[in-house]
């Protein structure tokens, strides 16, 4: 039950009656710290650290990458955009992912940037590749972390 009074400005004001004090008082639980949750807190940073990473491969070099790929300023906007692109094409599939179990998204998500790094990596290493499939190469690797982008963007 609330109690109304008046308060100083001469408007009603409500008050917790004392039985709702004391229910509120003996409702306090204990509270425990987990190693386990602090683990999971610093797996989940490092991967979001390394979505991070992978998103900010090509804006900080986009002249150097003009000159070395022959890639146009639009190409490296669109490899920054694709996270946004295929957030409105992928998002359902992620959401069902996501509904059943969130380390079941983000394993899939950590799956999903590295497999698109590795596969960008396997034709950075090779000095006889072309540019051209090296850059769809990087591409997949944008659409991949664009997917992953969903799980982790969402937790």
């Not at 957030?87 to 698109?116: D, E, N, Q």
Request: aromatic share 12%; hydrophobic share 50%.
């Amino acid at each position: 039950a609330v109690v109304s009074t008046q308060s100083t400005w001469g408007l009603p004001a409500a008050m917790p009656s004392q039985d709702e004090e004391c229910a509120l008082l003996e409702s306090s639980s204990d509270t425990k710290i987990h190693k386990k949750r602090w683990f999971i807190l610093i797996l989940f940073s490092l991967v979001a650290i390394m979505q991070d990473t992978i998103w900010n491969t090509w804006n900080p070099i986009d002249s150097t990458a003009t000159v070395v790929y022959g890639w146009s300023d639009d190409l490296i906007e669109l490899l920054s955009n694709y996270g946004y692109i295929f957030y409105v094409i992928a998002f359902l599939p992620v959401v069902l992912i996501l509904k059943t179990s969130l380390r079941k998204a983000m394993c899939f998500s950590a799956f999903l940037m590295t497999l698109g790094t590795m596969w960008r990596a396997l034709y950075l290493q090779d000095p006889n590749v072309n540019k051209k499939t090296f850059t769809v190469s990087c591409h997949i690797c944008s659409i991949l972390n664009g997917i992953a982008n969903i799980a982790i963007g969402s937790v």
